[in-house]
């Protein structure tokens, strides 16, 4: 198996948790929803937390590659309120719901999985670089104060 098929599993993990909730996630759901022998899943993703933890890798992966490059110039407030406008309403469509809803299953598992939270706490901080630099690129004077 190679690393697109961990990818594949993935995809398939997050739409399970995502449409059908964290009880349907399991080893075999994604060994079944890939038509892939019993156990498939597990070689890969050894428990629930590994599994989880990927889950939230690939769910931060596709986040990150929706944003797009910020522009080295100044572009502009309408610009960059455009932008994300843009980005939020896609984010409420098939694929990106599908990752929207599996995030929420995930911050519900992060209040009980330190592991978890601290790799949201991460990516929050790396959320709040990228959000500063578009704000600057908007022409914002204090991009750090308000990306939050």
Excluded at 27 to 34: G, V, W
Excluded at 60 to 87: C, K, N, Q, Y
């Amino acid at each position: 198996m190679t690393s697109s098929r961990r990818t594949q599993m993935l995809d398939a993990a997050v739409d399970i948790l995502a449409w059908q909730g964290s009880r349907a996630l399991t080893h075999r759901a994604i060994d079944r929803r890939l038509s892939l022998p019993l156990g498939s899943a597990a070689n890969y993703f050894q428990t629930r937390d590994a599994l989880l933890r990927g889950i939230a890798e690939r769910v931060i992966e596709l986040d990150f590659a929706s944003f797009g490059p910020i522009p080295e110039e100044r572009v502009g407030r309408v610009f960059v309120a455009e932008s994300i406008a843009a980005m939020i309403l896609q984010w409420m469509e098939p694929p990106s719901l599908t990752r929207q809803r599996a995030r929420h299953e995930l911050l519900l598992h992060s209040v009980r999985d330190a592991d978890l939270r601290a790799e949201f706490q991460r990516v929050r901080k790396e959320f709040l670089i990228f959000a500063a630099r578009a704000l600057d690129a908007g022409g914002c004077l204090t991009p750090h104060e308000h990306a939050p």
